[in-house]
């Protein structure tokens, strides 16, 4: 990340153990769905997506994080993940808008669903 990633997502760049990094915590013993947590600083909100393919390039998502006051753990289920092999996540800020398009016609590059326009 640059400098410049680094102040939007509130870490430290001269802190290497200061990172905005997703943290796989286990299968909830409960739903058997995964759990993954993150770090996430005052003042920034983020959100959370999911793709079943990194090959497709499509990201869904999953939750969004508001902004708080403090440095806090969030910790998550995926209540989506069944059936599912393979399921990868990454998380990103500032919280991205929802698309209200239906996934054949969106192309706003917000939403995960953005196709090519030919």
Not at 21 to 48: H, N, V, W
Not at 56 to 77: F, H, M, V, Y
Not at 106 to 116: D, I, K, Q
Request: net charge neutral; charged share 15%.
């Amino acid at each position: 990340m640059t400098n410049l990633q680094e102040y939007r997502v509130g870490t430290d760049p001269l802190d290497v153990q200061s990172c905005l990094k997703l943290q796989f915590q286990g299968i909830d013993s409960t739903t058997r769905r995964p759990q993954i947590s993150f770090e996430a600083m005052p003042g920034i909100g983020y959100t959370l997506q999911y793709s079943d393919s990194l090959a497709s390039g499509i990201w869904q998502k999953l939750r969004d994080e508001p902004a708080g006051d403090s440095i806090r753990t969030i910790i998550l289920t995926d209540p989506t993940a069944t059936n599912t092999s393979t399921r990868f996540y990454r998380v990103v800020t500032p919280t991205q808008p929802s698309c209200a398009s239906p996934v054949a016609s969106c192309h706003c590059g917000n939403c995960g669903y953005a196709v090519p326009i030919r």
